[in-house]
């Protein structure tokens, strides 16, 4: 494993540009070359100031965004890996179908999903591909997923993200920017949704996965939560499927197959 350690880098720089001028408040979700699914440059995130200030800030009981549980019905009800993201992501992302609830109470409520973004790091050297996979610490706000190793990072959109036109990018971009450092360039494109149903944490979370494909492994942690984190070969992932989350596994199978 290539391990990485679990502390701040001062002065680190989430990705370097590749674009001169890019948009902070908004993105514009078009289709790769080939694919179907939305593509955008990771040189577009917005960095904060401060990350640990800003999730301190951030109360017990915040209030996260979430869509009505009735909107994928009227989509199309699935329930694991669903990758026609063009089906659900505009409606999704419709802030007319978008508000803010106490957490305390939506982790309990399914008739709501929160939205999460879901995000793989994912870089190829000589060996093959690579994904950056951890262990959820005690430290991490899901106690439900406490010990399992995964493979997204990611969080809950909390109403201090809702600023500029964008409210899931603006969360997306603080989450990645609070947990880890990427020191390369890259592109991400989103590739699926998750919906599991089987699960009591899995019943009340939508969420949207990213490949965020890096030009070299070079990603440090910057939270103590992300534990024992590191790239590993998909195959070496796929052999120890079984201490993932399920979110983690159903990447793997739909996305490594």
Same mark, same amino acid.
């Given at each position: 494993?290539?391990?990485?350690?679990?502390?701040?880098?001062?002065?680190?720089?989430?990705?370097?540009?590749?674009?001169?001028?890019?948009?902070?408040?908004?993105?514009?979700?078009?289709?790769?070359?080939? $694919?179907?699914?939305?593509?955008?440059?990771? &040189? &577009? %995130?917005?960095?904060?100031?401060?990350?640990?200030?800003?999730?301190?800030?951030?109360?017990?009981? *915040?209030?996260?965004?979430?869509?009505?549980?009735?909107?994928?019905?009227?989509?199309?009800?699935?329930?694991?890996?669903?990758? +026609?993201?063009?089906?659900?992501?505009?409606?999704?992302? !419709?802030?007319? +179908?978008?508000?803010?609830?106490?957490?305390?109470?939506? *982790?309990?409520?399914?008739?709501?999903?929160? %939205?999460?973004?879901?995000?793989?790091?994912?870089?190829?050297?000589?060996?093959?591909?690579?994904?950056?996979?951890?262990?959820?610490?005690?430290?991490? /706000? =899901?106690?439900?997923?406490?010990?399992?190793?995964?493979?997204?990072?990611?969080?809950?959109?909390?109403? #201090?993200?809702?600023?500029? !036109?964008?409210?899931? @990018?603006?969360?997306? $971009? @603080?989450?990645? =920017?609070?947990?880890?450092?990427?020191?390369?360039?890259?592109? $991400?494109?989103?590739? /699926?949704?998750?919906? !599991?149903?089987?699960? =009591?944490?899995? @019943?009340?979370?939508?969420?949207?996965?990213?490949?965020?494909?890096?030009? &070299?492994?070079?990603?440090?942690?910057?939270?103590?939560?992300? #534990?024992?984190?590191?790239?590993?070969?998909? #195959?070496?992932?796929?052999?120890?499927?079984?201490?993932? *989350?399920?979110?983690?596994?159903?990447?793997? +199978?739909?996305?490594?197959?």
């Amino acid at each position: 494993m290539q391990s990485t350690e679990s502390k701040d880098i001062p002065g680190c720089i989430l990705i370097r540009k590749v674009n001169s001028q890019p948009s902070l408040n908004r993105v514009s979700y078009r289709k790769s070359a080939g $694919q179907g699914n939305p593509v955008f440059p990771v &040189s &577009s %995130l917005r960095i904060p100031s401060n990350p640990l200030k800003t999730r301190l800030q951030m109360s017990k009981d *915040e209030e996260v965004l979430v869509i009505p549980a009735q909107l994928l019905d009227q989509l199309g009800p699935f329930s694991g890996f669903q990758p +026609n993201v063009d089906r659900y992501l505009s409606t999704i992302l !419709d802030r007319s +179908n978008q508000s803010f609830r106490p957490r305390s109470l939506v *982790e309990t409520d399914p008739s709501f999903k929160q %939205l999460i973004p879901y995000v793989i790091l994912e870089c190829n050297d000589a060996i093959g591909t690579r994904v950056f996979q951890y262990m959820r610490g005690k430290g991490q /706000g =899901e106690k439900r997923l406490h010990a399992l190793r995964s493979i997204g990072i990611g969080g809950h959109i909390s109403v #201090e993200d809702a600023t500029g !036109d964008d409210w899931y @990018r603006t969360g997306m $971009q @603080r989450e990645l =920017e609070e947990e880890v450092c990427i020191e390369c360039n890259g592109q $991400q494109r989103i590739v /699926g949704l998750i919906y !599991d149903n089987s699960t =009591e944490v899995g @019943r009340v979370h939508l969420g949207i996965v990213h490949i965020m494909q890096l030009s &070299s492994c070079k990603v440090q942690t910057r939270e103590e939560h992300l #534990e024992d984190s590191g790239f590993q070969s998909v #195959e070496t992932i796929k052999s120890e499927l079984n201490r993932f *989350e399920n979110w983690s596994q159903l990447c793997i +199978n739909h996305l490594y197959s």
